[in-house]
């Protein structure tokens, strides 16, 4: 069964008491919904999609070349205070599932489409960041009017979508989602959050979750 329940707040919570709702969830600006999951369970696969379509034949004839980031922050490090400005998986650093990070990025898409990360291990995990970086060629243009979105699901019927909300056109990153696997299930949250215009430092996830942008190493595509 399929089990969502839904809020608004934007600071890292623990997994609620989830609650029977519809098999599929699209998050309101700054919100939250739960996958319910059993931490042990060893075939547990958290999937996580960052789709676009480049928004209009204008927008595609233009470019639209969008990178897939999966930041993480290891269970062991909760709260600890440890660096993790390193801690990506990405097109050029592609991770692994049988072993540390338990995440796997599948391959970088040049065109509009679908670039895909793989979680295991939830109870390895502590927070994962779905975040999309614009490359330079793409020139001046929003997410949003790319058409981006991250789709989070367990393969098992619980779907959650996460909508961008704003028309930032000087942006070349965007933290889109964070997972919190830190409760009894995955919170995931609407984040949608900047990076400054004309900067191509990558955000960083803290020990704690809390996202900061601008603060991590600059890419260059």
Known sequence: MSLFRKNTATAPVPAPALQPTAPGVSLTKGGTAGISLTKSDPTVQI?????????????????????????????????????????????????????????QHHGDSLTPGRETATITRPDQQGYALICAYSAVGNGVGSFKSYGAKAIITDGRGQTVTVPLYDNNRHAYWVAIARVDFTGDGAVISQVEKYSRAGSEARPVLHSDGRVEMDAGPVEFK
């Open 47 to 103: 999937t996580a999609h960052l789709d676009w379509d480049g928004g209009s034949d204008s927008r595609r004839a233009r470019g639209a070349d969008l990178e897939l980031y999966v930041l993480y922050v290891p269970a062991a490090d909760v709260g600890t205070g440890r660096n993790t400005v390193g801690n990506a998986v990405y097109y050029r650093s592609l991770g692994r599932l049988d072993r540390a990070p338990y995440i």
